[in-house]
């Protein structure tokens, strides 16, 4: 089982949609991070939490510690967020970070 | 992020050869990652360095592979004899002590024939 499973692994959506991606951890974690990854490969993090709840323009992350989840809201959808949305959680108790697979969102038009 | 350079963007080796990618962490940032990611897979940590000291290589095949982090110059992953298991995009990134946030250059595709 993996330490990060995110859900779902590929969603598509119509412009204007409100998307939520959704990340389970099982480690203990010192914060959870998401991350965007465009075609191309660039990786580049979006939020940083350990608590409670973050926003960045249309982006909203929220994380609960107990039941070990967060997600990724996107509102207004538009077609150039359309990317590779990846939860990353830094362990605790040592120094490595454990991926998700990652969110395949693609928004037509 | 432009701030975290990865060199070269492409590499291409034949099965036997060595392939040598090299990172450059930001300014002020003493310490890289490197991860791996295989197609259709996430990303797996390989190994976490400072400046001339391996901090925890838990990620790393026992045999082939190899990361320094000198005094001067950028950290440099090494695999020797590589295999067309090896191909991948192995990415390199540094965390801010500040703001925990995480940096990442841009990658290199490795492709073994």
């Known amino acids: 089982k993996n330490e990060v499973e995110q859900s779902p692994q590929n969603l598509t959506a119509q412009e204007g949609e409100f998307i939520t991606i959704n990340c389970s951890y099982s480690v203990g974690i010192s914060a959870l991070h998401w991350l965007q990854q465009h075609p191309g490969g660039g990786i580049v993090s979006l939020f940083m939490l350990s608590s409670g709840k973050k926003k960045h323009g249309r982006l909203i992350a929220t994380i609960n510690i107990q039941e070990k989840h967060s997600s990724l809201h996107i509102t207004a959808s538009h077609p150039r967020d359309s990317a590779v949305y990846i939860c990353?959680?830094?362990?605790?108790?040592?120094?490595?970070?454990?991926f998700g697979t990652g969110t395949s969102l693609t928004v037509i038009p | 992020n432009a701030g975290v350079m990865q060199n070269p963007r492409h590499l291409v080796r034949r099965r036997g050869q060595e392939a040598r990618l090299r990172c450059s962490p930001m300014?002020?940032?003493?310490?890289v990652y490197w991860y791996r990611q295989l197609p259709e897979e996430g990303l797996k940590f390989m190994v976490y360095l400072q400046k001339e000291n391996i901090i925890d290589e838990s990620g790393m095949p026992k045999e082939r592979f190899s990361a320094e982090f000198p005094k001067e110059g950028p950290s440099i992953l090494r695999i020797q004899q590589v295999v067309r298991g090896d191909s991948a995009a192995y990415f390199c990134a540094t965390q801010s002590q500040r703001s925990e946030k995480l940096f990442f250059g841009s990658g290199t595709q490795l492709s073994v024939l």
């Open positions: 990353a959680v830094g362990e605790s108790t040592g120094n490595q970070f454990y």
């Open positions: 300014k002020g940032h003493s310490h």
